[in-house]
């Protein structure tokens, strides 16, 4: 069976798997921990509506789950079938970016691809964010600024209590105008793609960028 989860899909459902380890060690009733694990079972479905009878089979195992150790096994089984974020070269990324001098570019290596739904990194000496992900099939590359002061809260993007900051970018409403967006979001990217569950804020967000 080939690789069929993207990584924010497997995030959600480690998600489902941390609430169920939560309802385990609270709830001893069998009847109530049969419903929410048929529960899980249900939210993970309906974010995956067409699977083919294997895919189903492995990720209706989640039902059978009694235990913390049989969760654990649950999520090893499921963690090999995840797409990690496509292959892009330095230079292909550098050619995203031809405008910015001196850009830095973290190696490659340094990012565990199988958890990554967008790629980002910080420049700390020029508070620099840069973002690159496949847009509707194209490569696209976004320059943002955030602000040095960081601060707790709500991250836009993972919806998750964390170091956030302001993270602006430039839009061309027309060859005289230039608007500028931003979100509240996290500051270590890493971070942010390993609890983000759903890619629409970050597609949104870098879509607004490229309209002119």
Known sequence: MDAFLLPYQYNFIRNQVDLLQ????????PDVRDAVRYSAAEKIFDLLPVLTPEQEALLTN???????????????????????????SESRIRQLFKKTKK?????LHSFEWAHTTFLSWNDTGNRKKYFVYPLDGQWIGVEGTYLPSIQKGICAIC?????????TATTRRSAEQHQTIGHHICIDSDACNQ????????ETFL??????
């Open 103 to 107: 850009l830095h570019v973290p190696p």
């Open 62 to 88: 989640i039902r059978d789950a009694e235990s913390e150790q049989d969760l654990l096994a649950y999520l090893a089984q499921v963690e090999p079938f995840v797409q990690p974020f496509p292959s892009i």
């Open 22 to 29: 939560h309802q385990f060690a609270a709830v001893h009733d």
């Open 207 to 212: 879509a607004r960028t490229q309209k002119k």
């Open 195 to 202: 609890a983000v569950t759903n890619p629409e804020v970050i």
């Open 159 to 167: 919806h998750t209590y964390s170091d956030i900051t302001l993270v």
